[in-house]
């Protein structure tokens, strides 16, 4: 993943771990690269948004970072939870305005 320049999400939730994701943000952001992070982290089977991760929100508001909101739809046949192979889909982007994060609290990020 590092390859191509994804910044990885350990499963564990150590603070050695979480420390050096959020050092690995910090300097794919400071090399101009932009990230996706899907705040749920992780997908449901049904389709439907589930509750947001704490640690994005809270970094959000701390980075202070200009951050994009988008939703996407009809990905769900593509790549089911509970089944390992890809399906041809169509998968619809909604790319929303930039939000400025400076001094925002973290339950205004959330749905």
Do not use: Y
């Amino acid at each position: 993943m590092r390859r191509f320049g994804n910044v990885p999400v350990p499963d564990a939730r150590k603070p050695s771990d979480l420390k050096r994701l959020w050092r690995e943000t910090r300097a794919a952001l400071d090399s101009g690269m932009s990230l996706i992070v899907f705040a749920e982290g992780k997908r449901t089977l049904d389709g439907r948004m589930g509750e947001f991760e704490d640690g994005v929100s809270e970094w959000r508001c701390s980075s202070a970072i200009p951050s994009c909101q988008s939703a996407q739809r009809d990905h769900l046949n593509l790549n089911r939870k509970d089944r390992w192979w890809l399906h041809p889909s169509n998968i619809v982007v909604h790319i929303h305005d930039t939000i400025e994060t400076a001094g925002l609290k973290k339950m205004e990020f959330q749905p």
